[in-house]
């Protein structure tokens, strides 16, 4: 019985447990007691019992039903009898009475139509909100505070509080958590993107949001008293919380600045005392955007007194505040960490824009206001901080001190730290007071600025070897610290700012275990330096990456990243290095994941680099390599089609290159574009194919060019590029007259309405005034004098032609210095002048070219190139090594060789002191040389023969065929036909040069001038047939001329004593000699 009576109990017990909780919530006080009196108490029949216990859940659960309905009528008859006047537009939208609404449908709903339920279902959804639901919170809040107010207006609802303290700070707290998340991603990485879709920032409509929020919560909380919102919604808490997420808000959106300020005023009247993490936090906001004279106004509010930022300036605002809420002067000190960031951002802003600022009165204005705003944070540092007694730290001091060096005023920047430390070492009894983080601002600030590279490497060796800088208050030694790695980047940066790529080489080398960012700013010195040996100290730093990347454990890790490997292509793009170019894309793709494998855009650098070539007997062999590596990126996977920009770096290769062949099949490949086409006319013009034009022609026929004699001619459209590609063909062949001719036709189908682009460009005209200055007409001067002026005429009538360029002008002063007419260029030069164009040196070049040309003696030919080269830079012109080539070639001319040499000393000289941008090159020591081959000096060739092996031993000298010919020269004038033979055997022996027609006609002439020529014209046969085996293997370049011949009868001549001159021999010796030497025409008529 008992025992029966117990298990009756439990089951009871499990039903009552397993009863839905709204049962209870719902059921009247009364049915909620269950008693056995309730059951059938048979004993013996269990089972029974349970039916009634089903019964009974069954009844309760139709009850709870009921009562639900009850209450939603209730709702509905609340509504109906709001929106009595007005249609009931809800009742249509309302789901059933079993089924809640979702957020996004309830959000949608007008504001005013929300029952009591949507509201509740809104306050239940922000209870709990995660962090990537943090934006989307803040809608939803706004939108409750904003329904809660219009029930507060219509007194809509009974009196219950719906708004609670826990649904303002779950949503606060998750936007603090995603400003804090969004500040750590900042910190780790700026430049990396979120993969994650809740790093969402702040934007305006957000802030907007947040401020109404604080407006909505102060009028219901203190305003109205709304029982709809708890009173404690609105506190200090809340707004110090709303403060710091707008204050975090503004690193990204300047809106959260406005927003931080007016929620701070509002909570100046709910606080005591500031919390110096409020105040920090909004001045922090205010330094990002560089706000500092609110920056300013609110710190002197919070410290209750007017912050002085010099003797007489004082801050704009007056103080409002009460003493009783004054900042505590010992938390202050990272407020004014944030004041002068604020100021040195501000100075920042102010400092003047290269590309705005053209003037130099612009640039002065702007930097003296940048400098007066860095003088007031200053005088906050230096006077008013330790009259108020706040303490002054290294970030303190390195906010100022970043100021300075972000402008590039290392000196100033030097100074003021010096003033610190003298001021710390009264209080403090360290060597130096500020730590290694100051030091590096100030190295910083020399690496922005040209002529601080000496000041930055004093106080960097200062830092290394531990010497004093200074002698402060009471004669204390203030030794600089350690520098750490971040001063080793620095100094770096100070050389790559300098283009000093061998002394950064040379300290990356003392760097025990140097970071990525110290290899990027040694190789991007070397890019920008005129090392010549520089890729392949590039290759050895990459190495370097590489064997620190392998050594784990020992330092921190290198990486040849993405950034790195670019700027070490840059450095091969820039030399046309192709070949090392492509050691470091193997080293890159070796130590790289597959997918930059797969990735095109490192294998264009690689061709980029061999499309820059600069030897010009090197360039066939790079479009061949960079052939070869093409067709490797026809192979990738995973990428699209190679495009036609990837194809044209190929057909300049080939252009460069002189393939023609080559580049006209690779044009068949793709679909070609405008340019595509030029390079391919340019590769023909370079050629050396005797069907070069005809070939041209031929492409310009297929893009609608009309042919020769064509009687209907339709309208064509063909580029202007392509039309000048074809202009510069004929310009590099000297055929003036064809080169017109195009042009003519160009105006002539313009006026017929055949040719559908724009007419003729600059670049047209500088086209066929570079061939009249090549071709040998007697009235070439003239023709190019009439170009000239139908350009000027075209442009002053608006015919659709710009102005004539300086560009254009120099390339008639060309055509003048090609001619000889020295009046005629100086009067252009001077008219020049006159237009205010500013003849640059190439505009002087052409003209003491012309003084090479004229007629005019030694004395006033070598006078006035002087005084033109000073003209030069007294009319703020820079003179370069074009001006001293044509003067050296002046030199040359007259035998002058001393001042020659003289001269090119003088270049080295103003090169090393950086007066000169580049030194003394090959065609300057090729000058001298040939001026000591028309001297009689006899220690001419010996002269001759140590410049000579000074450019040999200098690496950035790559020697080239007129250097061996300078010298060559020399031993051809004089008969020396053994060193002649000599050095012509190490031309031919050489792989990198090849000999031409001149090199041999040189040394056949030594042949014929020497003392002893019993053998000349063996010898010189013997050269001859040389060149025609040469020629055979396809060295065109060799192909005897009539100069040629004209040397080897000479020679023979010269072997056969007694036999007179050449005007001495018959009619029967020339045949026979001309058939002895297989020739047709008599090579001295």
């Known amino acids: ?402 100021g300075y060096s972000a402008l590039g005023m290392g000196t100033e920047a030097e100074q003021l730290l010096l003033e610190i430390e003298t001021l710390l070492s009264q209080s403090s009894s360290r060597p130096s007071a500020l730590d290694t983080a100051c030091y590096n601002s100030v190295l910083h600030g020399y690496s922005r600025d040209k002529t601080g590279i000496k000041s930055a490497e004093r106080l960097f060796r200062a830092m290394k070897e531990q010497t004093p800088l200074h002698e402060g208050i009471h004669s204390t030694k203030i030794l600089p610290p350690m520098p750490d790695m971040i001063t080793y980047a620095s100094m770096l940066n100070c050389y790559s700012n300098n283009r000093m790529g061998e002394e950064a080489y040379s300290l990356v080398q003392q760097i025990e275990r140097p970071t990525s960012a110290c290899y990027l700013s040694a190789i991007r010195a070397l890019e920008r330096s005129n090392d010549p040996a520089s890729p392949d100290r590039v290759l050895a730093l990459i190495g370097q990456i590489e064997q620190n990347r392998n050594e784990r454990g020992k330092g921190p890790t290198t990486v040849l990243n993405r950034r790195v490997f670019n700027v070490a292509m840059q450095c091969m793009i820039k030399r046309g290095d192709g070949a090392k170019a492509e050691e470091v894309l193997d080293k890159y793709l070796n130590s790289n994941s597959s997918r930059e494998q797969n990735d095109a855009q490192p294998y264009i650098l690689a061709l980029q680099a061999y499309e820059n070539t600069k030897p010009v007997n090197c360039r066939k062999e790079a479009a061949k390599s960079a052939e070869v590596l093409f067709h490797k990126m026809q192979l990738l996977e995973n990428i699209p089609r190679l495009d036609a920009g990837t194809y044209n770096i190929l057909l300049n290769c080939f252009a460069r290159a002189g393939m023609a062949s080559a580049a006209e099949s690779l044009l068949e490949e793709f679909a070609p574009t405008p340019e595509s086409h030029d390079l391919v006319i340019k590769a023909i013009s370079l050629s050396d194919d005797k069907d070069a034009v005809d070939r041209a022609w031929h492409i310009l026929y297929q893009l609608g060019y009309p042919k020769k004699n064509a009687k209907d001619v339709e309208p064509f459209s063909v580029p202007i590029s392509t039309f000048n590609s074809m202009l510069k063909l004929f310009a590099r062949r000297g055929m003036a007259t064809e080169a017109e001719a195009l042009l003519n036709s160009i105006d002539e189908f313009i006026l017929e309405g055949k040719f559908k682009e724009s007419g003729p460009n600059t670049r047209s005209y500088e086209a066929v005034l570079e061939a009249l200055g090549k071709t040998s007409d007697a009235d070439a001067v003239e023709r190019a004098e009439a170009l000239v002026t139908r350009v000027e005429v075209m442009s002053e009538l608006g015919g659709g032609v710009q102005q004539p360029s300086l560009k254009l002008y120099n390339t008639l002063l060309a055509c003048y210095a090609n001619a000889g007419k020295v009046g005629s260029a100086e009067r252009l030069l001077s008219r020049l002048h006159e237009q205010s164009l500013n003849p640059d040196a190439f505009s002087y070049g052409a003209t003491i070219k012309a003084l090479k040309n004229s007629g005019k003696s030694k004395d006033i030919a070598i006078a006035r190139a002087k005084e033109l080269s000073q003209s030069l830079e007294r009319n703020g012109g820079v003179g370069n090594e074009i001006i001293f080539a044509h003067r050296l070639s002046i030199l040359a001319k007259f035998g002058l060789a001393q001042q020659a040499e003289n001269l090119l000393k003088e270049m080295e000289e103003k090169h090393k002191l950086g007066d000169l941008k580049q030194g003394p090159g090959i065609i300057h020591y090729t000058a001298v040389l040939n001026a000591w081959a028309k001297t009689d000096d006899k220690k001419a060739v010996a002269r001759a023969e140590a410049l000579f092996e000074k450019m040999k031993a200098d690496n950035h000298f790559d020697l080239d065929l007129a250097a061996y010919h300078g010298l060559l020269l020399n031993y051809a004038v004089r008969g020396m036909s053994k060193k002649a033979r000599r050095l012509l055997q190490v031309i031919l022996d050489s792989d990198n040069i090849s000999p031409n027609r001149n090199t041999f006609t040189m040394v056949i002439d030594s042949y014929s001038r020497a003392s002893s020529n019993t053998n000349a014209g063996l010898k010189a046969e013997e050269l001859l047939d040389q060149m025609r085996q040469l020629q055979a293997a396809g060295n065109s370049d060799v192909e005897p001329d009539s100069v040629c011949y004209a040397s080897v009868i000479r020679a023979k001549q010269a072997s056969k004593p007694g036999s007179g001159t050449i005007s001495d021999l018959s009619e029967f010796d020339k045949v026979k000699i001309m058939r002895e030497l297989q020739i047709e025409n008599w090579p001295f008529q």
Not at 54 to 72: A, D, T, V, Y
Not at 108 to 120: F, N
Not at 171 to 188: E, N, P, W
Not at 200 to 206: A, I, V, Y
């Open 1 to 402: 019985m008992h025992r029966s009576h117990s298990s009756l109990c439990y089951l009871l017990a499990i039903l009552v447990i397993a009863l839905p909780t709204p049962l209870i919530a719902f059921s009247p006080p009364s049915q909620l007691i269950i008693t056995t009196s309730q059951l059938k108490s048979s004993q013996s029949d269990l089972s029974s019992n349970v039916e009634e216990l089903e019964l009974l859940r069954k009844e309760r659960r139709s009850q709870r039903g009921e009562h639900e309905r009850e209450r939603n009528e209730e709702e509905q008859e609340q509504d109906a009898m709001h929106h009595q006047l007005q249609p009931t537009t809800h009742q249509e939208t309302q789901q059933s009475n079993n089924q809640k609404n979702s957020v996004k449908t309830i959000l949608s709903l007008p504001i005013g139509d929300l029952t009591q339920r949507d509201l509740t279902g809104l306050c239940n959804s922000i209870r709990y909100v995660p962090e990537e639901k943090s934006l989307w919170s803040l809608r939803i809040l706004e939108r409750i505070l904003t329904e809660v107010e219009r029930w507060e207006d219509a007194q809509r609802f009974d009196k219950r509080t719906f708004v609670k303290k826990i649904h303002i700070f779950s949503v606060l707290t998750s936007l603090t958590k995603g400003s804090q998340s969004r500040k750590g991603q900042r910190r780790r990485y700026s430049a990396r993107k979120s993969k994650q879709g809740n790093q969402q920032h702040l934007d305006s409509k957000d802030v907007d949001r947040l401020k109404n929020v604080v407006v909505l919560l102060k009028e219901l909380c203190r305003d109205k008293r709304s029982p709809y919102c708890d009173a404690d919604c609105y506190q200090k808490d809340v707004l110090s919380f709303v403060t710091m997420i707008a204050a975090e808000s503004a690193m990204t959106e300047e809106s959260a600045v406005d927003a931080a300020l007016m929620i701070i005023d509002e909570m100046e009247k709910e606080i005591d005392v500031w919390d110096p993490r409020v105040i920090g936090s909004v001045l922090n906001a205010l330094a990002h955007w560089g706000r500092a004279e609110e920056a300013l106004a609110l710190l002197s509010r919070a410290m209750v007194f007017n912050i002085d930022t010099d003797s007489s300036h004082s801050s704009d605002e007056s103080v409002t505040s009460s003493g009783i809420k004054s900042l505590n002067p010992t938390n202050a000190s990272p407020c004014y960490d944030s004041l002068l960031r604020a100021f040195a951002k501000c100075a920042l802003l102010r400092r003047p824009d290269k590309k705005k600022s053209k003037h130099s009165s612009n640039k002065n204005a702007t930097m003296a206001s940048a400098t007066e705003v860095l003088s007031r944070a200053r005088y906050i540092l230096l006077t008013h901080m330790p009259e108020v007694g706040i303490q002054t730290t290294n970030h303190t001091c390195n906010a100022v001190l970043s």
